[in-house]
């Protein structure tokens, strides 16, 4: 089990999280949304197995946070996951939009000095602004558009550029969602929870619950659920390989 996109030290308890991760063997990437939290959450996860930590700058704190720009931007030598980065242009962050954009600009432009980061990407009502962002910085990495919420030509132009993608239960629970995922390329996908944020009955989403996606994308792509497993264990072997031959300074 694979889930590209959770924040784990925002959950009440982190520590159960990570014995029960270790337990059922799920890859984890443990986004952060400061790069405040870059050095706790790495001390937090220590040598879990299968889960690495991803150095962020959340476009929802950005308001407050964009003098965090210089940390991140000073980290990022020692971080091959960058994120969450990106843009929120939705109605409630569209005053910091422009401060947005010039912190992402930063983030990208880091990105690209060393070369290789794999970055999981917000994009809420701003799929546009976050391609055009990734396009002006040639060289800033993998994008992994998390969540992504926007049109079927706006996903087609984030194929081209060579964006990856991850789903979670919530994005494939709806029709919306679920047809943007059955026209994304199946050997450039991985799931997600973005736990604790989202939730179910039952509280906030664990990252194990990403089992319901592979659920949902064995209906979506009509095979077994070990079949989706076995591709997204795949595509992420691929993910990791293809960024560490283009990185060139991760310690
Ligand atoms: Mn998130």
């Not at 405040?36 to 929802?60: E, F, I, K, S, Y």
Request: hydrophobic share 40%; with cysteine; charged share 25%.
């Amino acid at each position: 089990m694979i889930d590209f996109h959770c924040h784990i030290d925002l959950y009440p308890d982190p520590g159960s999280v990570l014995i029960r991760l270790a337990r059922e063997k799920v890859y984890v990437l443990a986004v952060t949304t400061t790069p405040m939290a870059w050095n706790g959450t790495r001390q937090l996860v220590g040598d879990t197995p299968r889960v690495r930590v991803a150095l962020g700058l959340h476009p929802q704190v950005v308001a407050e946070r964009h003098a965090e720009i210089d940390l991140l931007c000073s980290l990022v030598p020692e971080a091959h996951y960058v994120g969450e980065i990106g843009l929120d242009g939705s109605e409630a962050y569209t005053e910091s939009f422009g401060v947005q954009q010039r912190v992402l600009a930063k983030a990208l432009t880091a990105c690209a000095v060393h070369g290789g980061r794999i970055m999981s990407l917000h994009s809420r009502r701003a799929a546009r602004e976050v391609l055009d962002a990734i396009e002006e910085h040639p060289g800033c990495g993998t994008p992994v558009l998390h969540w992504f919420s926007g049109s079927l030509k706006e996903l087609k132009r984030a194929i081209e550029i060579g964006c990856w993608f991850s789903v979670g239960p919530a994005m494939l629970k709806s029709e919306r969602g679920s047809r943007l995922a059955a026209a994304m390329p199946r050997e450039r996908l991985l799931t997600e929870t973005d736990g604790p944020f989202t939730k179910s009955r039952a509280g906030p989403l664990m990252p194990w619950n990403v089992k319901e996606a592979e659920r949902e994308l064995a209906r979506l792509w009509g095979c077994s659920e070990n079949a989706v497993n076995r591709t997204l264990n795949a595509n992420l072997g691929r993910l990791v390989a293809l960024s560490e031959a283009a990185s060139k300074s991760v310690h």
